[in-house]
Protein backbone atom coordinates (compact mmCIF):
# COMPACT_ATOMS: atom_id res chain seq x y z
CA UNK A 1 0.00 0.00 0.00
CA UNK A 2 1.38 3.34 -1.30
CA UNK A 3 0.07 6.59 0.52
CA UNK A 4 -1.89 8.36 -2.18
CA UNK A 5 -0.64 11.75 -3.15
CA UNK A 6 -1.92 15.08 -1.84
CA UNK A 7 -4.75 16.33 -3.00
CA UNK A 8 -4.74 19.26 -5.34
CA UNK A 9 -8.34 20.53 -6.06
CA UNK A 10 -11.33 20.56 -4.50
CA UNK A 11 -13.20 18.30 -6.47
CA UNK A 12 -14.04 15.78 -3.84
CA UNK A 13 -14.46 17.46 -1.29
CA UNK A 14 -17.85 18.15 0.58
CA UNK A 15 -18.82 19.71 3.35
CA UNK A 16 -21.60 18.68 6.73
CA UNK A 17 -23.36 21.57 6.86
CA UNK A 18 -23.24 20.67 10.82
CA UNK A 19 -20.27 21.42 10.79
CA UNK A 20 -20.43 25.26 9.67
CA UNK A 21 -23.56 25.10 12.27
CA UNK A 22 -24.05 28.84 12.94
CA UNK A 23 -24.82 29.28 8.96
CA UNK A 24 -28.44 28.90 7.59
CA UNK A 25 -28.42 26.17 4.66
CA UNK A 26 -28.78 29.37 2.21
CA UNK A 27 -25.54 30.68 3.76
CA UNK A 28 -23.43 27.09 3.76
CA UNK A 29 -24.98 26.87 0.12
CA UNK A 30 -23.46 30.46 -0.71
CA UNK A 31 -20.61 30.37 1.18
CA UNK A 32 -19.38 26.58 0.20
CA UNK A 33 -20.03 27.44 -3.48
CA UNK A 34 -17.98 30.51 -3.64
CA UNK A 35 -15.41 28.78 -1.64
CA UNK A 36 -15.23 26.20 -4.55
CA UNK A 37 -16.35 23.51 -2.79
CA UNK A 38 -18.14 21.05 -4.66
CA UNK A 39 -20.44 18.80 -2.58
CA UNK A 40 -22.77 19.22 0.44
CA UNK A 41 -24.68 16.81 2.48
CA UNK A 42 -27.18 18.71 4.29
CA UNK A 43 -28.76 18.26 7.74
CA UNK A 44 -32.09 18.04 8.39
CA UNK A 45 -32.59 20.85 11.16
CA UNK A 46 -31.50 23.07 8.25
CA UNK A 47 -34.21 22.33 6.42
CA UNK A 48 -36.66 23.75 9.45
CA UNK A 49 -39.62 26.03 7.61
CA UNK A 50 -37.71 25.39 4.42
CA UNK A 51 -39.49 24.22 0.96
CA UNK A 52 -36.95 21.11 0.43
CA UNK A 53 -37.00 21.02 -3.21
CA UNK A 54 -36.17 24.88 -3.60
CA UNK A 55 -33.23 24.14 -1.28
CA UNK A 56 -32.04 21.33 -3.74
CA UNK A 57 -32.31 23.37 -6.84
CA UNK A 58 -30.37 26.28 -5.25
CA UNK A 59 -27.98 23.76 -4.01
CA UNK A 60 -27.80 22.66 -7.80
CA UNK A 61 -27.85 25.98 -9.34
CA UNK A 62 -24.86 27.07 -7.29
CA UNK A 63 -23.09 24.14 -8.48
CA UNK A 64 -23.11 22.15 -5.60
CA UNK A 65 -23.71 18.16 -5.80
CA UNK A 66 -25.67 17.16 -2.75
CA UNK A 67 -24.24 14.09 -1.19
CA UNK A 68 -26.29 12.82 1.22
CA UNK A 69 -28.90 14.03 3.56
CA UNK A 70 -28.03 13.80 7.55
CA UNK A 71 -29.19 12.07 9.13
CA UNK A 72 -31.73 9.09 9.67
CA UNK A 73 -31.70 5.79 12.51
CA UNK A 74 -32.52 5.71 15.83
CA UNK A 75 -34.08 2.61 15.48
CA UNK A 76 -34.01 0.91 18.58
CA UNK A 77 -36.26 1.46 21.78
CA UNK A 78 -37.70 -0.79 24.56
CA UNK A 79 -40.69 1.28 23.90
CA UNK A 80 -42.48 0.02 21.06
CA UNK A 81 -44.27 2.87 20.31
CA UNK A 82 -40.64 5.21 20.26
CA UNK A 83 -39.66 2.07 17.43
CA UNK A 84 -42.77 2.83 15.90
CA UNK A 85 -42.44 6.93 15.20
CA UNK A 86 -38.44 6.25 14.68
CA UNK A 87 -39.74 4.44 11.20
CA UNK A 88 -42.32 7.48 10.75
CA UNK A 89 -39.46 9.90 10.86
CA UNK A 90 -37.27 7.86 8.57
CA UNK A 91 -39.93 7.68 6.31
CA UNK A 92 -40.07 10.95 6.46
CA UNK A 93 -36.57 11.46 5.95
CA UNK A 94 -36.73 9.25 2.66
CA UNK A 95 -39.12 11.77 1.29
CA UNK A 96 -37.05 14.76 2.45
CA UNK A 97 -34.03 13.35 0.85
CA UNK A 98 -36.34 12.59 -2.46
CA UNK A 99 -37.33 16.22 -2.64
CA UNK A 100 -33.93 17.40 -2.33
CA UNK A 101 -32.65 15.21 -4.51
CA UNK A 102 -30.23 13.85 -2.33
CA UNK A 103 -29.22 10.04 -3.09
CA UNK A 104 -28.02 8.81 0.43
CA UNK A 105 -29.59 9.37 3.86
CA UNK A 106 -26.80 8.58 7.10
CA UNK A 107 -28.29 6.14 9.37
CA UNK A 108 -26.96 6.80 13.03
CA UNK A 109 -28.65 3.42 13.82
CA UNK A 110 -29.28 4.20 17.31
CA UNK A 111 -29.12 2.29 21.04
CA UNK A 112 -31.23 1.91 24.21
CA UNK A 113 -28.92 2.11 27.04
CA UNK A 114 -32.31 0.14 28.72
CA UNK A 115 -32.46 -3.45 26.32
CA UNK A 116 -29.13 -5.37 25.56
CA UNK A 117 -27.27 -4.48 22.34
CA UNK A 118 -28.01 -7.63 20.51
CA UNK A 119 -31.38 -6.33 20.94
CA UNK A 120 -30.73 -2.84 19.96
CA UNK A 121 -28.82 -4.80 16.95
CA UNK A 122 -32.15 -6.97 16.19
CA UNK A 123 -34.51 -3.65 15.81
CA UNK A 124 -31.81 -2.03 13.93
CA UNK A 125 -31.97 -4.44 11.35
CA UNK A 126 -35.42 -4.86 11.52
CA UNK A 127 -36.20 -0.65 11.15
CA UNK A 128 -33.92 -0.78 8.08
CA UNK A 129 -35.69 -3.49 6.09
CA UNK A 130 -39.12 -1.50 7.28
CA UNK A 131 -38.22 1.48 5.46
CA UNK A 132 -36.42 -0.47 2.71
CA UNK A 133 -39.38 0.05 0.37
CA UNK A 134 -39.93 3.24 0.66
CA UNK A 135 -36.35 4.08 -0.05
CA UNK A 136 -36.12 1.56 -2.56
CA UNK A 137 -39.44 3.42 -4.63
CA UNK A 138 -37.74 7.02 -3.75
CA UNK A 139 -34.58 6.18 -5.70
CA UNK A 140 -32.94 6.78 -2.26
CA UNK A 141 -29.74 4.61 -0.63
CA UNK A 142 -29.41 4.25 2.81
CA UNK A 143 -25.99 3.98 4.70
CA UNK A 144 -25.07 2.63 7.93
CA UNK A 145 -22.83 4.69 9.63
CA UNK A 146 -20.52 2.73 12.67
CA UNK A 147 -20.43 4.72 15.13
CA UNK A 148 -17.08 4.91 18.19
CA UNK A 149 -17.68 2.50 20.62
CA UNK A 150 -17.91 5.29 23.32
CA UNK A 151 -21.39 5.95 21.87
CA UNK A 152 -22.83 2.03 22.05
CA UNK A 153 -25.24 3.32 25.16
CA UNK A 154 -27.56 5.44 22.91
CA UNK A 155 -26.36 6.72 19.68
CA UNK A 156 -25.47 3.27 17.60
CA UNK A 157 -25.09 -0.21 18.64
CA UNK A 158 -23.45 -0.57 15.61
CA UNK A 159 -20.00 0.13 16.20
CA UNK A 160 -17.28 -1.36 14.14
CA UNK A 161 -16.99 -1.44 10.24
CA UNK A 162 -17.14 -5.44 10.29
CA UNK A 163 -20.32 -4.99 11.84
CA UNK A 164 -22.09 -2.74 9.38
CA UNK A 165 -20.45 -5.26 6.56
CA UNK A 166 -21.95 -8.24 8.36
CA UNK A 167 -25.49 -6.20 8.63
CA UNK A 168 -24.67 -5.46 4.74
CA UNK A 169 -24.64 -9.09 4.38
CA UNK A 170 -27.79 -9.53 5.98
CA UNK A 171 -30.13 -7.11 4.80
CA UNK A 172 -28.33 -8.05 1.28
CA UNK A 173 -30.24 -4.60 -0.53
CA UNK A 174 -28.30 -2.86 -3.39
CA UNK A 175 -29.88 -0.21 -1.39
CA UNK A 176 -27.79 -0.53 1.93
CA UNK A 177 -24.78 0.42 2.37
CA UNK A 178 -21.83 1.36 4.66
CA UNK A 179 -20.91 5.42 5.56
CA UNK A 180 -16.87 5.28 6.81
CA UNK A 181 -16.07 7.88 9.05
CA UNK A 182 -12.22 8.09 10.43
CA UNK A 183 -13.25 9.44 13.37
CA UNK A 184 -15.77 6.39 14.60
CA UNK A 185 -13.40 4.06 13.61
CA UNK A 186 -9.81 4.90 13.18
CA UNK A 187 -8.61 2.65 16.30
CA UNK A 188 -9.77 -0.40 14.47
CA UNK A 189 -7.16 -3.29 14.18
CA UNK A 190 -9.49 -4.34 11.72
CA UNK A 191 -10.26 -1.35 9.62
CA UNK A 192 -8.15 -1.93 6.83
CA UNK A 193 -9.27 -5.52 5.96
CA UNK A 194 -12.80 -4.64 6.69
CA UNK A 195 -12.55 -1.59 4.42
CA UNK A 196 -11.18 -3.81 1.91
CA UNK A 197 -14.14 -6.09 2.46
CA UNK A 198 -16.50 -3.35 2.29
CA UNK A 199 -15.15 -2.64 -1.56
CA UNK A 200 -15.43 -5.94 -2.35
CA UNK A 201 -19.27 -6.48 -1.17
CA UNK A 202 -19.76 -3.14 -2.98
CA UNK A 203 -20.94 -1.35 0.01
CA UNK A 204 -18.51 1.87 0.76
CA UNK A 205 -21.16 4.88 0.09
CA UNK A 206 -19.91 7.48 2.04
CA UNK A 207 -16.42 8.52 3.60
CA UNK A 208 -16.32 11.21 6.13
CA UNK A 209 -13.28 12.77 7.75
CA UNK A 210 -12.16 15.28 10.70
CA UNK A 211 -9.40 14.63 13.57
CA UNK A 212 -9.30 12.80 17.02
CA UNK A 213 -7.71 15.06 19.03
CA UNK A 214 -5.40 14.26 22.16
CA UNK A 215 -7.17 15.39 24.89
CA UNK A 216 -10.54 14.80 23.70
CA UNK A 217 -12.29 17.44 25.84
CA UNK A 218 -15.73 16.01 25.06
CA UNK A 219 -17.34 13.28 23.93
CA UNK A 220 -19.52 14.90 21.61
CA UNK A 221 -18.27 18.13 20.55
CA UNK A 222 -14.86 18.04 20.77
CA UNK A 223 -13.70 16.50 16.96
CA UNK A 224 -10.88 18.22 15.40
CA UNK A 225 -9.69 19.58 11.65
CA UNK A 226 -7.92 17.52 9.78
CA UNK A 227 -3.87 17.29 10.91
CA UNK A 228 -4.67 18.43 14.43
CA UNK A 229 -5.09 14.79 16.01
CA UNK A 230 -3.97 11.66 15.85
CA UNK A 231 -6.00 9.71 13.01
CA UNK A 232 -3.71 8.61 9.74
CA UNK A 233 -6.57 9.75 7.64
CA UNK A 234 -4.80 10.16 4.04
CA UNK A 235 -3.31 6.21 4.94
CA UNK A 236 -7.05 5.54 5.74
CA UNK A 237 -8.30 7.54 2.06
CA UNK A 238 -5.63 5.06 0.59
CA UNK A 239 -7.37 2.13 1.63
CA UNK A 240 -10.92 3.65 0.63
CA UNK A 241 -9.70 4.10 -2.66
CA UNK A 242 -7.84 1.22 -3.26
CA UNK A 243 -11.32 -0.23 -3.07
CA UNK A 244 -12.52 1.93 -6.27
CA UNK A 245 -14.25 4.35 -4.21
CA UNK A 246 -14.17 7.62 -6.01
CA UNK A 247 -16.36 9.62 -4.05
CA UNK A 248 -15.92 12.74 -1.77
CA UNK A 249 -14.37 13.28 1.49
CA UNK A 250 -17.04 14.73 3.59
CA UNK A 251 -15.67 17.25 6.30
CA UNK A 252 -18.19 16.84 9.42
CA UNK A 253 -16.72 18.15 12.45
CA UNK A 254 -19.12 18.76 15.51
CA UNK A 255 -17.43 21.44 17.55
CA UNK A 256 -18.02 23.66 20.02
CA UNK A 257 -14.60 25.20 19.94
CA UNK A 258 -14.97 25.99 16.00
CA UNK A 259 -18.40 26.58 16.03
CA UNK A 260 -17.24 29.88 18.10
CA UNK A 261 -14.87 31.04 15.62
CA UNK A 262 -15.71 33.19 12.36
CA UNK A 263 -17.28 30.39 9.91
CA UNK A 264 -15.70 32.08 6.45
CA UNK A 265 -12.12 31.74 8.93
CA UNK A 266 -13.13 28.55 9.40
CA UNK A 267 -14.21 27.81 6.24
CA UNK A 268 -10.85 28.66 4.88
CA UNK A 269 -9.03 26.27 8.02
CA UNK A 270 -11.29 23.66 6.43
CA UNK A 271 -10.23 24.22 2.65
CA UNK A 272 -6.34 24.35 3.75
CA UNK A 273 -6.67 21.35 6.37
CA UNK A 274 -8.18 19.24 3.60
CA UNK A 275 -5.63 19.96 1.24
CA UNK A 276 -3.19 19.17 3.51
CA UNK A 277 -4.11 16.46 5.92
CA UNK A 278 -6.32 14.26 4.00
CA UNK B 1 -25.97 -19.91 27.75
CA UNK B 2 -27.91 -19.79 30.79
CA UNK B 3 -27.23 -16.54 32.61
CA UNK B 4 -24.96 -17.43 35.69
CA UNK B 5 -26.63 -17.83 39.76
CA UNK B 6 -26.74 -14.36 41.73
CA UNK B 7 -23.56 -14.21 44.00
CA UNK B 8 -24.14 -15.23 47.39
CA UNK B 9 -21.09 -14.85 49.30
CA UNK B 10 -17.97 -12.72 49.01
CA UNK B 11 -15.14 -15.09 48.81
CA UNK B 12 -14.16 -14.07 44.45
CA UNK B 13 -14.61 -10.41 45.23
CA UNK B 14 -11.84 -8.39 45.27
CA UNK B 15 -11.49 -4.01 44.96
CA UNK B 16 -8.53 -2.38 43.32
CA UNK B 17 -7.59 0.44 45.64
CA UNK B 18 -8.03 3.22 43.17
CA UNK B 19 -11.85 2.57 43.91
CA UNK B 20 -11.85 3.96 47.36
CA UNK B 21 -8.75 6.85 46.68
CA UNK B 22 -8.97 8.44 49.33
CA UNK B 23 -8.08 5.83 51.88
CA UNK B 24 -4.13 4.66 52.67
CA UNK B 25 -3.12 1.13 51.75
CA UNK B 26 -3.60 0.51 55.17
CA UNK B 27 -6.65 2.23 55.57
CA UNK B 28 -8.20 -0.10 53.10
CA UNK B 29 -6.74 -3.20 53.72
CA UNK B 30 -8.61 -2.94 57.03
CA UNK B 31 -11.72 -1.76 55.96
CA UNK B 32 -12.00 -4.27 53.48
CA UNK B 33 -11.41 -7.39 55.57
CA UNK B 34 -13.48 -6.18 58.30
CA UNK B 35 -16.00 -5.95 55.47
CA UNK B 36 -15.12 -9.57 54.54
CA UNK B 37 -13.62 -8.44 51.17
CA UNK B 38 -11.22 -11.37 49.98
CA UNK B 39 -9.39 -9.83 47.55
CA UNK B 40 -7.20 -6.93 47.47
CA UNK B 41 -5.37 -5.46 44.14
CA UNK B 42 -3.20 -2.65 45.02
CA UNK B 43 -2.29 0.37 43.10
CA UNK B 44 1.25 1.47 43.19
CA UNK B 45 0.54 5.37 44.16
CA UNK B 46 -0.52 3.76 47.54
CA UNK B 47 2.83 2.20 47.92
CA UNK B 48 4.73 5.68 48.26
CA UNK B 49 7.23 6.08 51.42
CA UNK B 50 6.01 2.10 52.68
CA UNK B 51 7.84 -1.10 53.18
CA UNK B 52 6.45 -2.77 50.32
CA UNK B 53 6.94 -6.49 51.75
CA UNK B 54 5.15 -5.38 54.86
CA UNK B 55 2.09 -4.38 53.13
CA UNK B 56 2.22 -7.94 51.81
CA UNK B 57 2.12 -8.93 54.94
CA UNK B 58 -0.37 -6.64 56.25
CA UNK B 59 -3.04 -7.80 53.92
CA UNK B 60 -2.00 -11.47 54.24
CA UNK B 61 -2.55 -11.33 58.03
CA UNK B 62 -5.90 -9.89 57.82
CA UNK B 63 -7.06 -12.49 55.72
CA UNK B 64 -6.84 -10.97 52.26
CA UNK B 65 -5.34 -12.40 49.20
CA UNK B 66 -2.95 -10.28 46.77
CA UNK B 67 -4.80 -10.42 43.48
CA UNK B 68 -2.32 -8.24 40.97
CA UNK B 69 -0.50 -5.02 41.06
CA UNK B 70 -2.16 -2.37 39.12
CA UNK B 71 0.11 -1.08 37.21
CA UNK B 72 2.20 -1.91 34.60
CA UNK B 73 2.72 -1.11 30.79
CA UNK B 74 2.98 2.91 28.90
CA UNK B 75 5.67 1.06 26.71
CA UNK B 76 5.20 3.05 23.50
CA UNK B 77 6.64 6.34 22.48
CA UNK B 78 8.62 8.03 19.44
CA UNK B 79 10.91 8.97 22.19
CA UNK B 80 13.44 6.32 22.35
CA UNK B 81 14.81 7.97 25.67
CA UNK B 82 10.97 7.73 27.02
CA UNK B 83 10.74 3.71 25.90
CA UNK B 84 13.65 2.96 27.83
CA UNK B 85 12.10 4.26 31.33
CA UNK B 86 9.18 2.95 30.39
CA UNK B 87 10.95 -0.20 30.93
CA UNK B 88 13.13 0.73 33.49
CA UNK B 89 9.46 1.43 35.49
CA UNK B 90 7.94 -2.09 34.46
CA UNK B 91 11.18 -3.81 35.87
CA UNK B 92 10.16 -1.54 38.84
CA UNK B 93 7.12 -2.92 39.08
CA UNK B 94 7.83 -6.39 38.84
CA UNK B 95 9.90 -6.08 41.79
CA UNK B 96 7.41 -4.66 43.72
CA UNK B 97 4.99 -7.37 42.63
CA UNK B 98 7.79 -10.12 44.29
CA UNK B 99 7.86 -7.92 47.06
CA UNK B 100 4.29 -7.82 47.90
CA UNK B 101 3.57 -11.27 46.94
CA UNK B 102 1.56 -10.40 44.05
CA UNK B 103 1.20 -13.11 41.45
CA UNK B 104 0.20 -10.35 38.08
CA UNK B 105 0.71 -7.21 36.90
CA UNK B 106 -1.74 -5.85 35.13
CA UNK B 107 -0.52 -3.63 31.62
CA UNK B 108 -1.62 -0.62 30.37
CA UNK B 109 -0.22 -0.42 27.37
CA UNK B 110 0.27 2.84 26.33
CA UNK B 111 -0.27 4.82 22.96
CA UNK B 112 1.76 7.60 21.77
CA UNK B 113 -0.61 10.14 19.54
CA UNK B 114 2.87 11.10 17.83
CA UNK B 115 3.32 7.72 15.77
CA UNK B 116 0.84 5.33 13.98
CA UNK B 117 -0.74 2.83 16.34
CA UNK B 118 0.62 0.35 14.30
CA UNK B 119 3.97 1.32 15.91
CA UNK B 120 2.66 1.86 18.92
CA UNK B 121 1.58 -2.33 19.29
CA UNK B 122 4.89 -3.39 18.12
CA UNK B 123 6.39 -1.52 20.89
CA UNK B 124 3.85 -2.70 23.40
CA UNK B 125 5.08 -5.52 22.12
CA UNK B 126 8.80 -5.24 22.30
CA UNK B 127 8.46 -3.94 25.71
CA UNK B 128 6.56 -7.28 27.20
CA UNK B 129 9.16 -9.08 25.78
CA UNK B 130 12.25 -7.36 27.01
CA UNK B 131 10.52 -7.25 30.42
CA UNK B 132 9.83 -11.35 30.49
CA UNK B 133 12.67 -12.59 31.86
CA UNK B 134 12.28 -10.38 34.73
CA UNK B 135 8.86 -11.39 35.55
CA UNK B 136 8.98 -15.11 34.84
CA UNK B 137 12.39 -14.99 36.82
CA UNK B 138 10.37 -12.53 39.73
CA UNK B 139 7.37 -15.83 39.32
CA UNK B 140 5.29 -13.11 38.36
CA UNK B 141 2.84 -13.10 35.58
CA UNK B 142 1.52 -9.94 33.67
CA UNK B 143 -1.91 -9.12 32.19
CA UNK B 144 -2.97 -7.41 28.67
CA UNK B 145 -5.60 -4.89 29.40
CA UNK B 146 -7.40 -4.16 26.44
CA UNK B 147 -8.80 -0.53 27.04
CA UNK B 148 -11.81 1.17 25.13
CA UNK B 149 -11.25 2.48 21.91
CA UNK B 150 -11.63 5.74 22.95
CA UNK B 151 -8.55 5.72 24.96
CA UNK B 152 -6.54 4.48 21.71
CA UNK B 153 -4.68 7.53 21.31
CA UNK B 154 -2.95 8.11 24.45
CA UNK B 155 -3.59 4.97 26.93
CA UNK B 156 -3.57 1.68 25.16
CA UNK B 157 -3.08 0.85 21.25
CA UNK B 158 -4.53 -2.51 22.14
CA UNK B 159 -8.77 -1.78 21.98
CA UNK B 160 -10.18 -5.26 21.38
CA UNK B 161 -9.86 -8.54 23.07
CA UNK B 162 -8.75 -10.47 19.51
CA UNK B 163 -6.07 -7.76 19.59
CA UNK B 164 -4.92 -8.83 23.48
CA UNK B 165 -5.32 -12.54 22.66
CA UNK B 166 -3.18 -12.05 19.22
CA UNK B 167 -0.81 -10.69 21.03
CA UNK B 168 -0.70 -13.52 23.79
CA UNK B 169 -0.16 -15.94 20.84
CA UNK B 170 2.09 -14.11 19.16
CA UNK B 171 4.29 -14.02 22.52
CA UNK B 172 3.67 -16.88 23.47
CA UNK B 173 4.74 -17.36 26.98
CA UNK B 174 2.75 -18.98 29.57
CA UNK B 175 3.49 -15.52 31.97
CA UNK B 176 1.66 -13.68 29.57
CA UNK B 177 -2.04 -13.20 29.56
CA UNK B 178 -4.98 -11.11 29.66
CA UNK B 179 -7.18 -8.72 31.90
CA UNK B 180 -10.91 -8.97 30.73
CA UNK B 181 -12.41 -5.50 32.24
CA UNK B 182 -16.07 -5.02 31.19
CA UNK B 183 -15.89 -1.07 31.16
CA UNK B 184 -13.72 -1.46 28.08
CA UNK B 185 -14.80 -4.34 26.08
CA UNK B 186 -18.99 -4.76 26.77
CA UNK B 187 -19.52 -2.72 23.56
CA UNK B 188 -17.67 -5.51 21.25
CA UNK B 189 -19.78 -8.11 19.10
CA UNK B 190 -16.61 -10.16 19.34
CA UNK B 191 -16.70 -10.57 23.03
CA UNK B 192 -18.14 -13.52 23.83
CA UNK B 193 -16.47 -15.66 21.15
CA UNK B 194 -13.11 -14.05 22.10
CA UNK B 195 -13.67 -14.62 25.75
CA UNK B 196 -14.51 -18.25 25.12
CA UNK B 197 -10.74 -17.75 22.65
CA UNK B 198 -8.92 -16.34 25.79
CA UNK B 199 -10.09 -19.20 27.82
CA UNK B 200 -8.76 -21.84 25.60
CA UNK B 201 -5.45 -20.47 25.29
CA UNK B 202 -5.50 -20.08 28.93
CA UNK B 203 -4.97 -16.74 28.89
CA UNK B 204 -7.69 -15.34 31.05
CA UNK B 205 -5.39 -14.35 33.84
CA UNK B 206 -8.24 -11.32 35.83
CA UNK B 207 -11.74 -10.18 35.46
CA UNK B 208 -12.38 -6.00 36.23
CA UNK B 209 -15.89 -5.02 36.77
CA UNK B 210 -17.46 -1.84 36.82
CA UNK B 211 -20.61 -0.09 34.75
CA UNK B 212 -21.20 2.38 32.02
CA UNK B 213 -22.82 5.39 32.88
CA UNK B 214 -25.58 6.79 30.49
CA UNK B 215 -24.84 9.53 29.95
CA UNK B 216 -20.65 9.61 30.59
CA UNK B 217 -19.62 12.70 32.03
CA UNK B 218 -16.25 12.17 31.54
CA UNK B 219 -14.00 10.33 30.05
CA UNK B 220 -12.09 9.09 32.54
CA UNK B 221 -13.51 9.51 35.92
CA UNK B 222 -16.44 8.75 35.56
CA UNK B 223 -17.30 5.14 36.00
CA UNK B 224 -20.91 3.66 37.63
CA UNK B 225 -21.03 0.76 40.51
CA UNK B 226 -22.17 -2.49 38.72
CA UNK B 227 -26.34 -2.47 38.26
CA UNK B 228 -25.80 1.99 37.60
CA UNK B 229 -25.49 1.88 34.12
CA UNK B 230 -25.98 -0.92 30.69
CA UNK B 231 -23.22 -3.28 31.16
CA UNK B 232 -24.71 -6.75 30.73
CA UNK B 233 -22.04 -7.82 33.78
CA UNK B 234 -23.80 -11.01 34.79
CA UNK B 235 -23.83 -12.34 31.34
CA UNK B 236 -20.40 -11.54 30.50
CA UNK B 237 -19.08 -13.19 33.77
CA UNK B 238 -21.40 -16.47 32.71
CA UNK B 239 -18.74 -16.58 29.80
CA UNK B 240 -16.32 -15.87 31.80
CA UNK B 241 -16.46 -18.26 34.38
CA UNK B 242 -17.50 -21.02 31.60
CA UNK B 243 -14.22 -20.97 30.14
CA UNK B 244 -13.09 -22.68 33.62
CA UNK B 245 -12.08 -18.88 34.99
CA UNK B 246 -12.49 -19.33 39.03
CA UNK B 247 -10.74 -16.20 40.12
CA UNK B 248 -11.57 -12.80 41.56
CA UNK B 249 -14.37 -10.14 40.74
CA UNK B 250 -12.25 -7.20 40.82
CA UNK B 251 -14.34 -3.97 41.50
CA UNK B 252 -12.28 -0.76 39.56
CA UNK B 253 -14.13 1.92 39.72
CA UNK B 254 -12.48 5.30 38.82
CA UNK B 255 -15.24 7.85 40.19
CA UNK B 256 -14.65 11.84 41.29
CA UNK B 257 -18.10 11.15 42.67
CA UNK B 258 -17.84 8.44 44.51
CA UNK B 259 -13.96 9.57 46.06
CA UNK B 260 -16.15 12.55 47.55
CA UNK B 261 -18.27 10.24 49.38
CA UNK B 262 -18.20 8.88 52.63
CA UNK B 263 -16.03 5.57 51.77
CA UNK B 264 -17.57 3.18 54.08
CA UNK B 265 -20.90 3.90 52.85
CA UNK B 266 -19.31 3.94 49.81
CA UNK B 267 -17.92 0.13 50.25
CA UNK B 268 -21.54 -1.00 51.73
CA UNK B 269 -22.42 0.19 48.35
CA UNK B 270 -19.59 -2.06 46.53
CA UNK B 271 -20.89 -4.88 47.98
CA UNK B 272 -24.53 -4.94 47.55
CA UNK B 273 -24.13 -3.70 44.14
CA UNK B 274 -21.40 -6.74 43.64
CA UNK B 275 -23.97 -9.14 44.96
CA UNK B 276 -26.84 -7.56 43.09
CA UNK B 277 -25.68 -7.26 39.70
CA UNK B 278 -21.98 -8.59 39.21
Redesign the interface.
Known amino acids: MTMPRQIQDLSRLCIHTITTKPWSIEEAIDRYAEAGVKGITVWRDTLEGRDVSEIGDRVRSNGLEIVSLCRGGFFPSSDSQERSKALDDNREAITEAQALGAPLIVLVCGAD??Q??SES?KQIRDGIESVLPEAEAAGVKLAIEPL???Y???RSAV??L??ANDMCVQIDSPWVGVALDVYHL????NLESETKRCGELGKLFAFHVCD?K???ED?LLDRGLMGE??I?IR?IRGWVESTGFSGYSEVEIFSNRYWEIDQDHFLKQIIEAYKRNV
Open positions: PHPLRHPMADTNTQQWWDPWSPTMGCPE
